[in-house]
């Protein structure tokens, strides 16, 4: 029985609670919505049902489980013994990803290169493998595409599109452009 359940868990069929609990997100009292991150690290949960919860909950920074802005995720509410259930949560799934591709500056030393986003709430910077980037110059604005989301690492990625320098006006413009994904026309 345990293999068929974490079978079902590992579909998104069920969930297990810390308890040993197994049963639906309804059943375990899960909250669905969507990350807004923080650049110091923590999140706020924007609920997807907002008839239900008509506020934001706090997310710290160890209960984000790997999630970045914009990821939509599974939640529980944390439990203080002392005072009781709290406008706190904590991730318990990661349903989908909020970024496939990012716009920031290149900077790389000898060991690596790295894409920091412009969008500050997505704390993390984009580790890019140096076999991957030798060609491309420090300070540059350019595109990553988002290939892994190791848990507990910078999520891995190759450089799709060089923008321009960083202190280039039509570099900024098209960062902004490919940020938003408007039309260039």
Do not use: M
């Not at 920074?61 to 790997?66: P, R, T, V």
């Amino acid at each position: 029985l345990i293999p068929l359940l974490d079978e079902l868990c590992e579909e998104g069929k069920l969930f297990k609670n810390d308890g040993g609990r197994y049963g639906t997100s309804e059943q375990l009292g899960l909250i669905q919505g969507v990350v807004v991150g923080n650049e110091r690290g923590f999140g706020f949960l924007t609920p997807t049902d907002k008839e239900k919860y008509t506020a934001d909950f706090f997310i710290p920074k160890k209960g984000l489980h790997g999630a970045l802005h914009g990821d939509t995720v599974l939640t529980e509410r944390t439990y203080d013994y002392e005072y009781g259930e709290r406008d706190e949560v904590r991730v318990v799934k990661i349903l989908e990803r909020g970024y496939n591709t990012i716009v920031g500056t290149f900077q790389k030393d000898r060991r690596a290169g790295y894409l920091f986003p412009d969008e500050k709430k997505f704390n993390r910077e984009i580790y890019i493998p140096l076999s991957n980037c030798h060609q491309i110059k420090n300070g540059v604005k350019a595109v990553a595409k988002i290939t892994s989301y190791p848990y507990g690492k910078c999520p891995g990625g190759e450089i799709i599109e060089v923008l321009g320098d960083e202190d280039d006006f039509f570099a900024e413009e098209l960062s902004i452009i490919r940020s938003y994904n408007l039309r260039e026309e």
